[in-house]
């Protein structure tokens, strides 16, 4: 394995335990929200909103480690059938696709949240929070997704593709 391979799973790991935090956060906030309502009759007032921007950082923060532990949703029965170098050139130009889609989009919401940033654009809320915030953390998952996404080029490139990821074996574990 690279370094580059290995500071790229670095920071996969980072992210997929950045997107259980916030399912960790999620539970405790609806949890909090459910003891105010029913034993004091009050609210955080703040519930879907922050369950919305957890759930979206959630999502995207998990992507990295579901390409690099194989949990992606792909088409095994054309996967199987394809002999080992059409494989290494799907997979290539699936990584790809999937790289320059990820760019163009990371791209743009980076120009939304400067633009967000330079105008101070707030959500509804009475927390009124900066929306630069929750866009940021999307883009940080999308570039951590990117990251892997140009690992998984590069392994199908050289021909060094796992068979299917084990994910209790992370690629630091696994002989290469």
């Known amino acids: 394995m690279t370094r580059y391979e290995r500071f790229v799973d670095r920071v ?20 909090l929200e459910i003891v105010l309502r029913n034993l004091f009759s009050r609210s955080t007032f703040l519930l879907e909103e922050f369950v919305g921007y957890a759930t979206a950082a959630a999502a995207f923060f ?23 170098i059409p494989k290494r ?15 163009f989009l990371c791209w743009f919401l980076i120009r939304t949240v400067m633009r967000s940033w330079e ?23 999308l570039v951590c997704f990117g990251l892997q996404l140009s690992v998984h080029l590069l ?5 060094r593709l796992p068979e299917k990821a084990d994910p209790s074996l992370h690629p630091e574990q696994q002989d290469t």
């Open 12 to 31: 996969t790991s980072l992210s997929a335990y950045a997107a259980m935090l916030c399912v960790v956060l999620m539970v405790g906030h609806i949890l």
């Open 62 to 84: 998990g992507l990295g480690a579901a390409l690099r532990d194989g949990e992606l949703i792909r088409v095994g029965l054309l996967m199987e059938a394809l002999g080992p």
């Open 89 to 103: 050139f799907v997979e290539g130009i699936c990584a790809l696709l999937g790289l320059t889609t990820i760019s």
């Open 119 to 141: 105008r101070g654009t707030t959500s509804t809320s009475i927390l009124e929070t900066p929306l630069w915030i929750p866009q940021s953390l999307v883009v940080i998952g």
């Open 155 to 159: 392994q199908a490139v050289t021909g």
